[in-house]
Every structure is written in structure tokens, then in C-alpha cells.
């Protein structure tokens, strides 16, 4: 149903108990998850709807800056926060894919991003129907980290969700890596896999062209022979094409052409 709300990595994941970035030591929940910036920081509709509530102030008591609230033809909600700007207005229908507003940094952020939720039901700051957006939608950037996960020896389906498989894949490569395991493929990780993959990834060949053999007998009698019997074939209409003749002349007629071609010509006497 949704689609990846914009472009960037995963930088921070849905979590029960994440350590917060802005109050170091505090540990809370995380109710969605985070895509960095990107050279195109458009915001998009994850699904059609409609646009239920806007906040399109800086710092509000939420910590969200600006953030959008769409309601779905099912009755979820996706929110969009941290936003620098809001292109769209309360009531307004929106189509799948349709741009809504630029990721920002407004809020209780520590840079440019996009804080992205998923809410079975309506959106409300007591969470009770969130789920984790990333098992809800296929991000081409997950599917390419896990087939270079696979390349690497790491087992793991190639599906475009960001799971607990994924999670404990990527803390893995990271351990291995001597990076922070947290099973999160932000852009130091991310960056360190594709070093890894480039190393071991080695261009597919391109398929060998079949090799022909071509027609060269030993005795220049048994190649006049074969000249003059295409010839004498040609001649009496058996063969019609006359590229046949010009091959033979040419000393390019392929072995296997020249022995079907002396069965069909025997059998057509």
C-alpha cells in the first residue's frame, strides 16, 4: 500500500528504546523511523489520501516542527515531520507519490531529515496503533544493501523491508567491521558495505559466442568435391539460395552446414 516517502538511507530505525540524539542520555521510544538528506529532499504521499493536519510551526510542544498528518481510504495515518517546508493544506486530496513538502531540520532535530510514522488508525501522540513503517514499505536502498549483504556472505532475503533479519545482518557485517553495531546501515555503514561489496564484485563476463567450425578438409580434392557438388545442387534448383555456393567458394562454410547440406542434396538427386 505505501511507498518510500522520499528519497535518502534509513538513518534511524522504529524502536521501543532508542537513546535520544538530541537529549544524549535520555532513552525513549522512537514510534517511526528517519531518512537522511539527499541531494532531492522532496517529501511525498507514501499512499493517497487526505491531508487531515498541518502544523506548520517551527517548534511546537510535539518536538515535530513541521509536520503533516495524511488520513487513507483505510482509516491509517502516515506522519511526516521535521519539515522545512509544507506545499499541500488541511482537506486537500493527494495522490500516491504526489510532493507534500522538503525535508527539514524544524523541531527537535539534529539535522536535515525526514521522521516518518505509521499509524493503524488515527495518529495520536499516545501511539497506540503505531507500527514500524519500515516493514510496511519496499525501499529500493534496502534492497540494494541486502544483495550486497548476499554478495558478501551474509545471508538475507531480498525483499526491500528493513526487519529484525536485517537488523541483526547489519549488526553483524558492523561487529565484523569493527563499527558500531546497532543494525542500523546509516552513511558510515553504508559507505564501509559498499567498499566491501566493490572488492569482492567482479563484472559478469559476457557470454561466449558459440564457436563455429568451419569446413576444411585436409585434401583440397574432398574441397573441390564439396565446391562442385553445392554447385552442380545450385545449378539444378535444389539449392536456392546461392549464398550456400559463395561460402564454399569462400572457405567459410561452416562443418556443421556443409554435412546437412550434403545429406539434404543426396537426398533430393
Known amino acids: 500500500m505505501f511507498v518510500k516517502p522520499c528519497h535518502g538511507i534509513v538513518t ?23 531518512y537522511g538528506t539527499h541531494s532531492d529532499n522532496t517529501i511525498a504521499a507514501a499512499a493517497s489520501g487526505t491531508i487531515r493536519f ?5 517548534n511546537g510542544k510535539t518536538g515535530f516542527g513541521k509536520y503533516v498528518v495524511i488520513t487513507h481510504s483505510n482509516g491509517w495515518e502516515t506522519l511526516y515531520a521535521h519539515l522545512s517546508s509544507i506545499t499541500v493544506k488541511v482537506g486537500q486530496n493527494v495522490g500516491q ?24 488508525g488515527r495518529w495520536t501522540n499516545q501511539y497506540t496503533h503505531h507500527v514500524n513503517p519500515a516493514l510496511y514499505i519496499d525501499d529500493p536502498d534496502v534492497r540494494h544493501l541486502q544483495q550486497m549483504l548476499n554478495v558478501l556472505g551474509y545471508k538475507v532475503t531480498v525483499d526491500g523491508l528493513y526487519g529484525n533479519e536485517v537488523v541483526k545482518v547489519v549488526a553483524a557485517y558492523q ?4 563499527l558500531v553495531a546497532d543494525g542500523v546501515a546509516g552513511r558510515v555503514t553504508m559507505a ?18 558459440e564457436e563455429i567450425r568451419l569446413f576444411k578438409p585436409s585434401s583440397p580434392t574432398l574441397n573441390t568435391s564439396m565446391i562442385d557438388k553445392i554447385e552442380k545442387a545450385t545449378k539444378d534448383k535444389v539449392l ?9 567458394k569462400a572457405g567459410t562454410l561452416s562443418l556443421d552446414d556443409a554435412l546437412a547440406l550434403s545429406v ?3 537426398g533430393n538427386k
Open 12 to 34: 534511524s530505525l522504529y524502536s521501543n528504546s532508542r537513546l535520544d540524539p538530541v537529549e544524549k542520555e535520555v532513552v525513549r521510544p522512537h514510534w517511526g523511523m528517519d
Open 54 to 58: 498541518i502544523d506548520n510551526t517551527k
Open 97 to 120: 507519490g504526489q510532493k507534500i513538502g522538503v525535508k527539514g531540520t524544524t523541531g527537535n532535530s539534529t539535522g536535515i531529515h525526514l521522521h516518518f510514522e505509521i499509524s493503524k
Open 175 to 178: 561487529k565484523a567491521n569493527k
Open 192 to 209: 564501509a558495505v559498499e567498499k566491501s561489496f566493490a572488492s569482492v564484485a567482479k563484472p559478469t563476463p559476457p557470454p561466449k559466442k
Open 240 to 248: 536456392q539460395d546461392p549464398k550456400w555456393l559463395a561460402q564454399a
Open 264 to 266: 539434404y542434396i543426396d
